[in-house]
């Protein structure tokens, strides 16, 4: 599962916290994304995920659990994705309470499972850059020696650009696609229709598609023919 993630070039992100319908899941899981990653910045507890996961697993696709919370991680995901927060000098987003979580369950812990992501968190008013105290005004040079620095230092899978919240730059996220050779660059923020989705994907791997599921499903939906079509 895991050398699967190079073929993906969309993913709808569920929030374990936000109300979704069975009529309206049903829409994004049989909508032809590459996979459903369950995860949210703030809300998430081990009954909501494992309600979510329950229901999205009744369908034939990828579920991956990007983990936010220690208390919300449910068995019997796909992967489990570990975000790393690079542009911060906090040091527990980066390494402080990866250290706590393996002290505590090493022995649960599903190695072969677990997929690293090197986030780079770009919205300042975003509930993750708030958290973190994520230094968002980077400018590109320092955004891509952060993507290099993951690749090449840290040995990353993947280099997360998250603008959650609104689109991107598109000229920044180009240049660190651009210093990326092996990691796979995903992008998330502000992607609501076909025309947003194509310019993202057009300079990154891979589009992460959230919350415009809950507030205009329609569009949201055609994302995915606007990328793999």
Request: hydrophobic share 45%; charged share 25%.
């Amino acid at each position: 599962m895991r050398d699967e993630i190079i073929a993906w070039r969309h993913v709808f992100k569920l929030d374990p916290d936000r109300f979704i319908s069975d009529e309206d899941l049903d829409q994004i899981c049989m909508s032809g994304t590459d996979a459903i990653m369950i995860g949210g910045s703030s809300g998430v507890t081990y009954d909501n995920t494992v309600d979510l996961m329950s229901r999205v697993r009744r369908y034939e696709l990828p579920c991956v659990l990007e983990v936010s919370d220690l208390e919300a991680v449910v068995p019997g995901f796909d992967l489990y994705m570990i975000p790393l927060v690079l542009n911060t000098e906090d040091s527990r987003w980066m390494i402080g309470q990866h250290v706590q979580a393996i002290e505590q369950y090493s022995h649960l812990i599903p190695w072969e499972l677990i997929v690293p992501e090197g986030y780079i968190v770009l919205h300042a008013d975003s509930t993750v850059a708030r958290l973190t105290g994520a230094l968002t005004e980077l400018e590109a040079d320092r955004a891509a020696a952060y993507a290099q620095a993951a690749e090449h230092l840290l040995r990353l899978p993947i280099v997360y650009i998250e603008y959650s919240g609104r689109f991107g730059d598109m000229e920044l996220v180009a240049d660190i696609r651009r210093v990326t050779r092996e990691a796979r660059v995903f992008y998330g923020g502000g992607i609501t229709d076909a025309e947003t989705a194509r310019l993202a994907a057009s300079h990154c791997d891979t589009i992460i598609v959230g919350n415009s599921l809950y507030s205009d499903l329609k569009q949201a939906l055609t994302t995915v023919a606007a990328v793999k079509g």
